[in-house]
């Protein structure tokens, strides 16, 4: 086919329009630990590294929860492509009430992990900086649990605009927030790390009650809100959603435990390592959100045509989103790389933390093609409700192949924080060729 602007639109223009707000709000999610970990790196080291280990911990929670709120894209995506409004509206309802009694249960495992934190061998002196922060963010959980839900809503109606507005308004407030509250600004005490944590659990909780007073209250979502008042909630539309958003859960959980439990490995090699490993978590965050975020159009746009039965559209959604995802984890490689000696001067100024960074940026380059081929088939298996596959090849590259790989460059063969990094390119690219398999057997089959 001849490379011409029409030809480029119908092959990518929809995923684009779609994307782009997704990649936006996505980046918005990013500045919420980029600007703590911006602000509280200024203010102390031992902050920085104590806010590394919490962030990397908590991420895996933040994740579980979005995961889990994904089982509405496909359902709410699939009546959206029938034309079937009313039932939308029933379908959020019951995510709703799902995501909100995943909410209790994640309070609970999480009140449990802090109350437990010192058993995790991390540096003595950060424990009293690391429970105040954790329990803050704990407490904003219900509010993250409640603004995923109608995010995913916003989202599968291809209305992506709104949500990105939101994020970019809460993000605002949490930088306003962090300034106020880090450094004791007009009037307000001076509360390091843990005036970063107020200020993110508020913007969570602005956010969702945002997304609420726009649902209830916009015209556009009046056949909606109809379809919302009418249901009830079901026992066994609750149990579908979750069967479809549990094992996306569990993937997103389990990937990011590559990250989060390697946080321990990275603490036992000592407070540089591990404020190192949070200046570059926080990188390898904003290529993650970029490219997850144009991912995720992929499995909009791929729900919308698996409702149509449109096997053939299913399959070049999932390669354009590929061929899309992939150029954009390229082209941003190419600054990482370029930032390497100066990036970590962002957020602090120890020059042994920089020199760290420095060499880890490697690794983290060298993941992005097999990331960007994971992420885009795991929205595409989402798109089509094939998640069941996505929990044991989650297992399998994160836990067999990262957690051991890692742990034996890093600590066994003394390799430090670019040996645990080193692991992540293999098990990623693991994860990616085995979704594509999956895959290309479940829409293959399907064609006439």
Not at 113 to 131: A, K
Not at 250 to 268: D, R, Y
Not at 286 to 296: D, R, T
């Amino acid at each position: 086919m001849v490379l011409t602007y029409a030809n480029l639109r119908a092959r990518y223009g929809a995923l684009v329009s779609l994307g782009l707000p997704i990649v936006v709000g996505q980046i918005g999610n990013v500045v919420l630990g980029f600007a703590d970990t911006l602000m509280v790196g200024h203010h102390s080291m031992q902050e920085l590294a104590a806010a590394s280990f919490v962030n990397t911990m908590f991420t895996l929670v933040v994740l579980f929860a979005t995961g889990f709120s994904y089982g509405l894209t496909p359902v709410a995506g699939a009546l959206f492509g029938r034309g079937e409004r009313g039932l939308i509206g029933c379908a959020v309802k019951n995510s709703l009430a799902a995501n909100m009694g995943l909410s209790v249960a994640l309070v609970a495992v999480c009140a449990l992990f802090c109350v437990n934190i010192h058993r995790f061998g991390q540096p003595e002196e950060l424990l009293p900086l690391m429970r105040p922060y954790l329990w803050v963010n704990i407490a904003s959980l219900p509010f993250l649990c409640c603004f995923n839900t109608f995010k995913q809503f916003f989202d599968a109606i291809t209305d992506t605009k709104t949500p990105m507005f939101v994020i970019i308004f809460g993000n605002v407030l949490n930088i306003f927030g962090n300034w106020v509250l880090i450094y004791g600004k007009l009037g307000a005490p001076e509360l390091g790390l843990f005036g970063a944590g107020v200020s993110t659990a508020l913007s969570r909780v602005v956010m969702a009650v945002l997304c609420v007073l726009l649902f209830f209250r916009y015209g556009r979502y009046r056949d909606f809100r109809t379809g919302f008042a009418a249901a009830r909630v079901s026992r066994g539309e609750v149990r579908h959603l979750a069967s479809l958003g549990f094992p996306v859960a569990l993937q997103l959980g389990m990937e990011s435990a590559a990250f989060s439990l390697s946080a321990i490995f990275v603490g036992w090699i000592g407070t540089t390592a591990l404020a190192a490993h949070q200046v570059t978590i926080t990188v390898s965050q904003l290529l993650y959100m970029v490219n997850s975020g144009m991912a995720a159009a992929v499995a909009v746009r791929v729900s919308y045509f698996a409702g149509q039965r449109d096997w053939p559209a299913v399959w070049r959604t999932a390669m354009s989103g590929l061929q899309l995802v992939l150029a954009i984890a390229a082209t941003l490689s190419v600054p990482v790389f370029l930032l390497r000696n100066v990036v970590s001067l962002w957020f602090t100024d120890s020059l042994e933390v920089c020199a760290l960074v420095s060499v880890t940026v490697y690794p983290l380059i060298a993941y992005q093609i097999g990331d960007a081929v994971q992420y885009t088939f795991a929205n595409a298996l989402r798109g089509i409700e094939c998640v069941r596959p996505m929990i044991w090849i989650a297992f399998f590259s994160y836990f067999v192949v990262s957690l051991p790989l890692g742990w034996l460059l890093g600590i066994r063969l003394g390799y430090g924080l670019v040996g645990v990094w080193s692991a992540f390119p293999v098990c990623l690219t693991t994860a990616g060729l085995l979704y594509f398999w999956c895959f290309k057997r479940k829409v293959r089959g399907r064609f006439k």
